[in-house]
């Protein structure tokens, strides 16, 4: 089982950041693999290769040029961000492999809020979800619906593709990681109910024009602590069973 950590929230993400360097530098063979949950204070993250271009009028809100993969993007209040501290050569995963597990585990845990048709965008790692939302405006203590699977990500080579019915790919789930040593850090943020505004301020992700949108936007009503706790319960799952298929080899 995979250890599960809720930090004092908001906290600032170059602590956050640190730690997790610190963490991974130290880790040893045996180590265990722990997911940490939490709600930024905010700030704009520049990813290893970003673009300074894709920064257009930060404000006041700080900009961290980061460790991880991928171009900018926003955390705040609002928005739960699960860091996955996980050995990916003992879980026997490529980093292509992880990728998709992390954007698998968010889609599910949408489905478990009633947003239906979430999916991934060929090239741009991360989950959207069709705009206007096909949600079921449903609350938090719903009972769990099956994620729809669409293919609606083949469709959109860009963030300003049109889809059927008028239709576009909203982000509402960011991913970013770093590997050393085998070892994955950084992890997936999921918009819960924010203020989107920030996202303006930039080309999220390097997409210009590409909504953001949140569970709240899509007519859902729920918590950053109960959005989290799905989002580890179903990346403990994720990671156990492929501990379990390793062990099995």
């Not at 460790?67 to 609002?78: A, C, F, M, S």
């Not at 469709?155 to 789930?173: D, F, S, V």
């Not at 970013?176 to 109910?193: D, Q, T």
């Amino acid at each position: 089982m995979t250890k599960v950590r809720w930090w004092p929230r908001p906290v600032s993400y170059l602590e956050t950041w640190q730690a997790m360097k610190t963490f991974t530098a130290g880790r040893g063979a045996d180590t265990p693999d722990e997911i940490w949950l939490v709600e930024h204070e905010p700030v704009y993250t520049l990813g290893q290769a970003g673009k300074p271009e894709h920064v257009l009028n930060p404000g006041q809100i700080p900009l961290v040029k980061t460790d991880r993969g991928g171009q900018v993007t926003y955390h705040g209040p609002g928005q739960v961000v699960a860091y996955c501290l996980v050995d990916l050569r003992r879980l026997g995963l490529f980093v292509k492999e992880y990728v998709e597990l992390l954007e698998d585990v968010v889609i599910a845990v949408l489905g478990e809020f009633g947003v239906a048709d979430a999916c991934r965008k060929a090239g741009a790692p991360g989950v959207y979800v069709p705009w206007p939302c096909n949600a079921l405006a449903v609350s938090a203590a719903s009972p769990a619906v099956v994620p729809g699977r669409s293919v609606l990500a083949e469709a959109a080579g860009h963030a300003e593709t049109a889809l059927p019915g008028g239709h576009e790919l909203a982000k509402i789930a960011a991913l970013g990681v770093k590997i050393s040593r085998g070892c994955a850090y950084h992890g997936i943020a999921l918009n819960v109910a924010m203020d989107l505004t920030p996202f303006l301020g930039i080309n999220p992700c390097g997409y210009a024009g590409l909504r953001t949108v949140d569970l709240a936007a899509c007519g859902v009503v729920a918590t950053v602590t109960d959005a989290g706790n799905r989002l580890a319960s179903r990346l403990d799952a994720a990671f156990d069973a492929r501990q379990g298929r390793q062990t099995r080899v």
